[in-house]
C-alpha cells in the first residue's frame, strides 16, 4: 500500500473518531468488533496454526536463505567470468577486423597509386612524341619556308638582273 494514502487514511480515522461524537460512538463499535474477532476461538486456532508453521519452516527457509546468500558470489564471479571472456573475444574479433580492413585499404591505395603512376608516366611518353611531332614538324615547316624563301629571293634577284641587262638600258 501506497504509505501517503495510508497516512492520510489514519488522519481521516483519527479526525472523524476524536471529532463527532457519532465518530466516538462508532469507534467504540468497530473496536468491540475487533476485539471479539481476535478473541474468537477460530481465530485463536488459525492464529496458533500459523505461529506453529512459521516455527517450523523458519529452519528450512533460513538454510535455503543461507545458500542462496553462498552462491550468489560464484554466480557473480561466473557470470563476470563470462562478460570478460566476451569482452575479450569482441575486442580480438574487432582488432583483426580493423587488421583486415586496413590491409585492404592499404592494398586498394597501393593499386590506386601504382594505376596513377602507370597513367601519369604513359600522359608523359605521349606528350614527348607529341613535342617530338611537332617540332620534326616545325623543322620540317621552317626549312620548306626558308627554302620557299630562297627561291622567292632568287626569281626577285632574277627579274631584277634581267631587267639591268635589258637592250634599252644599255649605254
Known amino acids: 500500500m501506497n504509505p501517503r494514502l495510508l497516512i492520510i487514511a489514519v488522519g481521516v ?3 472523524y473518531v476524536l471529532g463527532t461524537r457519532a465518530g466516538r460512538e462508532r469507534y467504540d463499535e468497530m473496536k468491540a468488533k ?4 481476535w478473541e474468537d476461538p477460530r481465530v485463536a486456532k488459525a492464529r496458533r496454526d500459523v505461529e506453529a508453521y512459521a516455527r517450523q519452516q523458519a529452519p528450512i527457509i533460513r538454510e535455503r536463505a543461507e545458500a542462496a546468500a553462498k552462491a550468489a558470489p560464484g554466480v557473480a ?6 562478460v570478460s571472456s566476451t569482452a575479450k573475444d569482441v575486442a580480438a574479433n574487432v582488432s583483426s ?3 583486415d580492413v586496413a590491409a585492404n585499404v592499404s592494398s586498394t591505395a597501393k593499386d590506386v597509386a601504382g594505376r596513377v603512376t602507370g597513367a ?3 600522359a608523359r611518353e605521349q606528350a614527348g612524341k607529341v613535342a617530338s611531332d611537332l617540332r620534326d614538324r616545325g623543322g620540317a615547316a621552317i626549312d620548306t619556308a626558308v627554302t620557299n624563301a630562297g627561291e ?3 626569281r626577285a634577284l632574277a627579274a631584277i638582273d634581267d631587267d639591268d641587262e635589258s637592250p634599252s638600258r644599255q649605254p
Not at 564471479?77 to 563470462?82: L, Q, R
Request: hydrophobic residues 50%; glycine residues 14%; charged residues 25%.
Open 152 to 154: 622567292a629571293r632568287d
Open 120 to 122: 601519369a608516366v604513359g
Open 34 to 37: 475487533a476485539t471479539a474477532l
Open 97 to 99: 577486423t580493423a587488421k
Open 13 to 15: 480515522g483519527i479526525g
Open 77 to 82: 564471479k561466473d557470470v563476470a567470468a563470462n
